[in-house]
């Protein structure tokens, strides 16, 4: 990628003997031409010492003894990188048109490697992972359908008594399946830290979603109403920064409609309902709660090193930046830029587990038979969808070893 600076430094260090030279030569009397100008050039550019015998055209009987100091070049050179600085934008500028223009003509023919790579890639992974990767998304379709089977049954009943616990699991749960089928493609095309971030939301959804249907409607109430605090939170941010971003401020009226809505929530449920997590403040019976004690008040803490680990795909940390699931133990140093075909087991095991959690939330608050046998269907599957997986990475990391 350094091909351009690189023949932009030579040629212009070239340039800069050239008019040392050229300079030295006019001291000396002597005037030059086009063509004596082009032979000093050619023989800069063929010479491998740093003695220049020149015969210029014109005067090939002269015998002119020039010496170029390092001042000579220097002084060449502050001329050069004065007139240099006001017209590098303008090098810049043609040289990346010529560039990108080049890069444009070529794209179809690199994309269409790339593709090629990538179909190759996953074919491998489809031979290596295919079976579990199946039993996963078979594991998905159950849960998916069992919630939307539970919806369309009970929504309209729910929507008649005002059943808030029912339409935040059904929502919770909708955006659960949609999670899963994102993990789902992500291991399919070789991302497992991606996968593995994206499970972290899963669980965030499923202490929610219990913690919702622990305490009931009033909680439930909170927590759907809350989006209008955080809706208020986001217009003022937006407002500190839309004219620096180049967008058009909120209008008075629209940011005036946000603040009575926050302030009538506030007014309702108290101080503390402002804060972050502040719809489940009156539960916890704390002003400012935090995730972690939603967490420890539905029993779920001990899926904290798990959460804490697939946390370091989300955050800028340097856990991040120096382990990677994608990569093999003794390559972690390895710089990891795209697919790669291990670290599964974690992010797949992980999502079937949070996915039976929050379908077995959802449909036991109808429980019936053909419901709960749906749960232990998936229970079933869910262990076998980790031992599948936990048996490949074993025996890869056992053939690794020899």
Not at 10 to 18: P, T, V
Not at 302 to 331: D, I, T
Request: net charge negative; glycine share 4%; proline share 3%.
């Amino acid at each position: 990628m350094n091909i351009l600076q690189e023949t932009f430094d030579s040629e212009s260090f070239k340039r800069l003997k050239i008019e040392a030279i050229s300079r030295r030569i006019r001291e000396e009397g002597y005037s030059l031409t086009d063509e004596q100008l082009a032979a000093i050039e050619e023989h800069i550019t063929a010479a491998s010492d740093d003695v220049l015998t020149i015969n210029l055209p014109g005067y090939e009987n002269a015998d002119v003894q020039i010496s170029i100091e390092e001042e000579d070049i220097t002084r060449v050179l502050d001329e050069y990188t004065e007139k240099l600085s006001d017209e590098m934008p303008k090098i810049i500028e043609s040289t990346s048109e010529l560039v990108l223009a080049n890069l444009r003509s070529r794209a179809p023919e690199m994309l269409s490697e790339h593709a090629e790579l990538r179909n190759t890639f996953e074919e491998h992974i489809s031979q290596k992972w295919g079976k579990p990767l199946e039993l996963l998304e078979m594991f998905i379709v159950i849960a998916t359908e069992a919630g939307d089977e539970f919806n369309k049954e009970f929504r309209p009943s729910a929507s008649q008594s005002n059943d808030l616990v029912f339409d935040v699991l059904t929502r919770l749960h909708a955006r659960s399946c949609h999670i899963a089928n994102e993990v789902l493609t992500l291991l399919k095309s070789g991302y497992a830290d991606g996968a593995h971030a994206r499970w972290r939301t899963m669980h965030e959804i499923v202490v929610v979603g219990l913690f919702i249907k622990e305490f009931g409607q009033g909680t439930a109430e909170r927590y759907l109403l809350h989006s209008s605090i955080e809706f208020y939170r986001a217009g003022l941010q937006y407002q500190g920064y839309c004219t620096q971003l180049g967008y058009e401020p909120l209008t008075e009226q629209e940011l005036s409609r946000r603040r009575s809505s926050y302030e009538q929530l506030v007014n309702r449920f108290g101080r503390s309902y402002a804060n972050s997590y502040g719809w489940a403040a009156h539960a916890l019976e704390k002003s400012d709660p935090k995730f972690s004690d939603i967490e420890q008040a539905v029993d779920l803490e001990h899926w904290r090193p798990h959460y804490k680990f697939a946390s370091h795909n989300v955050h800028a940390n340097p856990k991040g930046v120096f382990s990677k699931l994608g990569l093999y133990p003794e390559n972690q140093e390895l710089l990891l830029t795209g697919p790669s075909d291990t670290g599964f087991t974690d992010p797949a095991h992980s999502i079937t587990i949070s996915l039976l959690q929050i379908t077995t939330f959802l449909l036991t608050l109808r429980p019936n038979i053909d419901r709960l046998s749906i749960c232990h269907i998936l229970s079933t599957l869910a262990e076998e969808v980790g031992n599948m997986f936990l048996s490949i990475q074993r025996s890869e990391e056992e053939a690794s070893q020899l």
